[in-house]
Nanobody, 125 residues
Framework: QVQLVESGGGLVQAGGSLRLSCSAS????????MAWFRQAPGKEREFVAA?????????SYSDSVKGRFTISRDNAKNTVSLEMNNLQPEDTAVYYC?????????????????WGQGTQVTVSS
């Protein structure tokens, strides 16, 4: 049974930073792509960032977070992180990590079968 557990969400003022973590269990994920998505109230789940399996050096970001967010992975710990800087109120959402049996990342929701329960990020103005 694949399990993903996110942590690190919270309330932060605009311009602040947060670091989200996603811990994976049930399988070794070192060879599989991992991604972060987010969903704001009343909106569809949207892509935030992804990295390929293995080194994770190949990454992709949505235009709205490029230059502010950084995805990274620690294969020894089976974790993926999302460093978020210069947060803005429009970044407020529930953030989800996701993975699937593919070394190459996708940017669509349908590319991932395994999801965490999400962690709330709230940015006040």
């Amino acid at each position: 049974q694949v399990q993903l557990v996110e942590s690190g969400g919270g309330l932060v003022q605009a311009g602040g930073s947060l670091r989200l973590s996603c811990s994976a269990s049930g399988r070794t994920f070192s060879n599989y792509a991992m991604a972060w998505f987010r969903q704001a109230p009343g909106k569809e789940r949207e892509f935030v960032a992804a990295g390929n399996g293995g080194s994770g050096r190949s990454t992709s970001y949505s235009d709205s977070v490029k230059g502010r967010f950084t995805i990274s992975r620690d294969n020894a710990k089976n974790t993926v992180s999302l460093e978020m800087n210069n947060l803005q109120p429009e970044d407020t959402a529930v953030y989800y990590c996701a993975t699937d049996r593919n070394i190459w990342y996708g940017t669509g929701v349908a590319a991932y079968r395994h999801w965490g329960q999400g962690t709330q990020v709230t940015v006040s103005s």
